[in-house]
């Protein structure tokens, strides 16, 4: 075996085993390097292709406002049809593009509110904006907006909705 | 292959056999006992007459009548916590037995064997184990750490539909016969979090990963190396699975192999000697299994592992078959409810074909021409997914096409990456710098692994999703596969085969050539506290009209009921999805349906709240054609006309109000679909004019005390009323108030919280309803409305 023999030279330090082993090692190390210097100069190259099958982030503004309010249109794919079976349509199928609202103006500051302007936001009538003023009153200030918590009938699911609608401006 | 070479495998093979049987024959334990008895002195007597053949057959059938005691339920001891009555206000003491999971922010979901139960001053031990949610932020919280808390609790009910995976089922295999909530506030912490040696491994190794790799890679080798898929982006285990190469997230035979034979080779180049390697590599591996955790497949692989090296030690040569049978019946003896664990049925149907079909299948390719390393690998890869086919049909519907191919290229990048990762977490626990570089090769193997399964999931129709199999398919699918290395040799067995072969695609294709029964039927789904209702009219078309609950780090309705509710049917197409508005309960499930299905449009009212962005951003994401319909327009799905009567597009209204209401008709049978809404919307919808009388009526707003006006119900003389609506949910739906006003109104009221689906069927003639976790079914006559005999 020729590993034997080069083993049973006096230069020969390590076995062709192991020598595989080591070099293999050795090779692993030096891509490692390679790739940090390739990483560090071209950090946003390394971005991209680290989320290459990530999806979107989706958009954050959400669709408040009604789409005008397409006419009726008859249609005969999809097994629906506008009309009773036998009429066929050809229209192309009809895509309803929703308009994204502008993003709200700046976030409503929870401690100079009116009960209107709290009343605007979605989920909020008068009796709850009322009650939010109570609460204000009754605290003094609201320290932040999870305090809305505490508000009967505002649950963790409205308080997710408005959440980056209101913010709390640090006392003056 | 000959059963001499693994005598353990019939007693094995047996004792499954009665675990699973216990499930359709229930004998008392008695009458077991005395089977058993039975059997083992017909046994003893066959032996004594020198019957020694016969005596082997009933050696077996004893052993299948101890699997079928073993799996009959255990006797609960007096201090079981399901067993206690207890007051409110009694608290809960007990230690956390997995890590926390966080749904939300404000949401944890506990798992808790149960130590005491404290009622007053009085304080006594009890056990068991119980499933808490946690309403409310609360401190960070570790498994092994003591709490108490005041949960209320009930038994566990889950979604009762047609075909669809019993949660409640799985949690008693678990262990868990109660579950509940608990307020944040009501949880006092009563150790401090100091864990046992393999989990605080378990953590440094999550967290020396997550320093090195970026989020997605490091999930990824998190789940390669250690199993832990909690923090895998969703995009990413979806592609795993559509590849069907998911079995590599899952700590299995594939690491422990890697991990002995590693400690193995780099021993021997060492020159430590051969025994003592096997020692050190049996340690090894214990100590891995520890800290990955006791998933059936770590077990199963552990224990084979053990018994090669065992192997080793003794110099002798070992059976992977007697091994293989050995770990299962290790398994079924310590947990007989495995058995039905789809990991459990998985990890050794992969291992079986893999052991029982690759030295025929390589052979033969092999004599067609193949280099033997790619006969071998394509042997292995076509083995394993041959055998776990009907185990991924049965449990997830899920038929992969690519992945035998898929395979040939993610294993030996998965091996390289689990390899170099053992070893950079060896290095790192001495030196981090070089961990570091390590680390920087992983990445790049990490990105090739991720782009070789992103692009065999991208390939069209890579995994279909295909009705569960009947049993005999199954069956006859096993006995293909077992006479598969005999094909060749012997005529009777490629005959048999052959036929067995023909049943199994003939039973496969019939739920998709069955002719459809003539009947409109409205299945309204138990989704928990939510709205999902599927319509299916005669000659074809398919609504769904809501998703139920759902999103991402929650229970996913969409995913977990619809779908599987769906591909049951043999539906891979819907032809209508609408959302009556955009509320979680309602919109939750869809993203998963869009995903899943081909769908021709969606229905909207148009009107979206923050809090949706989710839901549109997967609509946006699908490009389905969106359809905003506002009152008064006709849609034809068929023969049936579909109205709409609400919203009106114009008067401003509350998400509640502005849903979209929908009337069906067909041959005389009318529906009205609500959504959610309330008092003011039916005020509007009854002042528009349209006609409202309907037979069947889904009762707005889950049967909230602000819908379902004497005035409306008044309008629409519904002789039927469907509440979809969850147990015991928050809102106290439905209510004392809606309940008293529909029966006022003289109409029969179902409800999906206590007879799970309810299930309306109609030839035109007469009408079913069928409440299906009861079991039951009234039949109506159209003519006069009125039942004219309840069958069960």
């Known amino acids: ?172 | 292959m000959s059963l001499q070479a693994a005598p353990l495998l019939p007693l094995s093979a047996a004792f499954a056999g009665g675990i699973v049987a216990a499930s359709w024959v229930a004998p008392g334990p008695v009458a077991a006992i005395g089977l058993a008895a039975m059997l083992l002195a017909l046994a003893a007597a066959a032996l004594a007459g020198g019957l020694d053949r016969l005596a082997m057959v009933l050696l077996v059938f004893t052993v299948a009548a101890l699997g079928l005691l073993r799996a009959a339920s255990p006797h609960l001891p007096a201090d079981h916590i399901s067993r206690l009555t207890l007051g409110r206000g009694a608290t809960i003491e007990g230690r956390l037995v997995e890590e926390p999971l966080r749904w939300a922010p404000d949401r944890t979901r506990l798992v808790l064997e149960v130590e005491a139960v404290r009622e007053g001053f009085e304080h006594r031990s009890a056990n068991g184990r119980i499933q808490v949610t946690v309403y409310g932020e609360m401190d960070p919280l570790a498994e092994g750490q003591r709490i108490a808390l005041e949960p209320r609790l009930h038994p566990p009910t889950g979604f009762r539909n047609p075909d669809v995976f019993d949660y409640a089922a799985q949690l008693r295999r678990d262990g868990i016969l109660l579950v509940g909530s608990a307020r944040a506030d009501r949880v006092t912490v009563l150790g401090a979090d100091a864990p046992r040696w393999p989990v605080r491994v378990k953590r440094w190794a999550v967290a020396t990963i997550g320093r090195w790799l970026p989020e997605s890679s490091a999930a990824l080798l998190a789940g390669l190396l250690l199993g832990e898929r909690s923090a895998l982006p969703r995009e990413i285990d979806e592609a795993f699975r559509r590849a069907g190469v998911y079995h590599i997230l899952a700590v299995s035979g594939f690491n422990i192999a890697l991990l002995a034979s590693s400690v193995f080779l780099s021993l021997s180049l060492l020159g430590v000697p051969r025994r003592l390697t096997a020692v050190v590599a049996g340690i090894v591996v214990v100590g891995f299994a520890c800290v990955v955790g006791g998933q059936p497949s770590v077990l199963r692989a552990t224990v084979m592992g053990l018994l090669l090296l065992l192997g080793v030690l003794l110099e002798r040569e070992s059976q992977l078959m007697n091994a293989l049978a050995l770990a299962g019946l290790a398994l079924l003896v310590w947990n007989p409810t495995d058995a039905r664990e789809p990991g459990f049925q998985l990890s050794f149907a992969a291992t079986l074909g893999i052991v029982y079909l690759t030295p025929g299948a390589t052979a033969s390719l092999g004599a067609h021409g193949w280099p033997r390393w790619l006969a071998a690998a394509v042997a292995v890869s076509l083995g394993a997914q041959l055998a776990v086919m009907p185990v991924m049909l049965v449990h997830f519907n899920q038929l992969s096409i690519i992945g035998v191919a898929a395979n040939l290229a993610v294993v030996p990048l998965a091996g390289a990456v689990t390899t170099i990762g053992m070893l950079a977490l060896l290095v790192a626990a001495a030196s981090e710098a070089a961990a570091g570089l390590l680390f920087e090769v992983l990445w790049l193997l990490l990105v090739g692994l991720r782009a070789v399964v992103w692009a065999a999931a991208a390939v069209p129709a890579a995994m279909i999703h295909v009705p569960a199999p009947t049993w005999g398919a199954v069956a006859a699918w096993y006995g293909v596969l077992a006479l598969l290395p005999y094909v060749r040799a012997l005529p009777w067995a490629r005959g048999v085969a052959a036929g067995l072969l023909v049943l199994v695609s003939a039973l496969s294709v019939w739920p998709w050539l069955k002719p459809h029964d003539g009947k409109l039927r409205v299945t309204f789904l138990d989704v928990g506290q939510g709205d999902a209702a599927f319509v299916e009219v005669p000659g074809g078309p398919r609504l769904l009209i809501d998703g139920g609950p759902g999103g991402a780090r929650r229970f996913d309705v969409g995913e977990r009921v619809l779908a599987p509710f769906l591909w049951n049917r043999a539906v891979t197409r819907l032809d209508v999805v609408g959302l009556s508005h955009d509320d979680l309960d309602h919109a939750g499930g869809l993203p998963a349906i869009l995903r899943h299905f081909r769908i021709g449009e969606f229905w909207e009212g148009g009107r979206w709240h923050p809090g949706s962005e989710e839901v549109l951003a997967a609509l946006a994401r699908s490009r389905i054609p969106r359809r905003v319909l506002n009152e008064g327009e006709r849609l034809w799905m068929g023969d049936a006309l579909v109205r709409v009567l609400n919203p009106d597009g114009r008067t401003p209204a509350s998400p509640n109000d502005d849903s979209l209401v929908l009337r069906l008709d067909w041959r005389g049978i009318s529906l009205l679909l609500t959504g959610d809404l309330g008092w003011p919307g039916e005020a509007r919808v009854l002042r528009s004019g349209a006609a409202l009388r309907a037979l069947v009526l889904k009762v707005g707003h889950h049967g909230s005390r602000f819908s379902s006006t004497e005035a409306f119900l008044g309008a629409v003389q519904a002789r039927m009323a469907v509440i979809s609506v969850g147990a015991r949910n928050s809102f106290r739906h439905p209510t004392p108030e809606a309940l008293a006003r529909l029966e006022a109104a003289g109409a029969r009221v179902y409800r999906t919280d206590r007879d799970g689906a309810v299930i309306v069927e109609s030839d035109g003639v007469k009408l079913w309803v069928t409440r299906w976790a009861r079991g039951t079914t009234d039949v109506f006559d159209l003519d006069g409305e009125r039942p004219v005999d309840a069958r069960p």
Do not use: C
Request: glycine content about 6%; proline content about 14%.
């Open chain 1, 1 to 172: 075996m020729a590993g034997a023999a080069w083993h049973a030279r006096r230069t020969m330090l390590y076995t062709r085993p192991q020598l595989k082993l080591l070099l293999a090692l050795a090779a692993i190390f030096l891509v490692g390097l390679a790739v940090r210097e390739w990483r560090a100069g071209f950090p946003a190259a390394a971005d991209r292709l680290e989320r290459f099958d990530r999806e979107d982030v989706p958009p954050a503004t959400p669709l408040i406002a009604r789409p005008p309010a397409p006419p009726p249109q008859p249609r005969a794919d999809h097994g629906v049809a506008a009309q009773p079976p036998g009429a066929p349509s050809a229209d192309p199928p009809l895509v309803v593009r929703v308009a994204k609202s502008p993003p709200p103006a700046a976030p409503l500051d929870l401690n100079s509110a009116s009960a209107d302007e709290l009343a605007r936001l979605p989920g909020v009538g008068l009796g709850l904006a009322q009650r939010i003023l109570d609460e204000r009153t009754r605290r003094g200030r609201f320290e932040s907006p999870e305090a809305l918590r505490h508000v009967l009938g505002l649950g963790p699911k409205k308080l997710a909705a408005i959440r980056d609608l209101v913010t709390v401006v640090d006392a003056p």
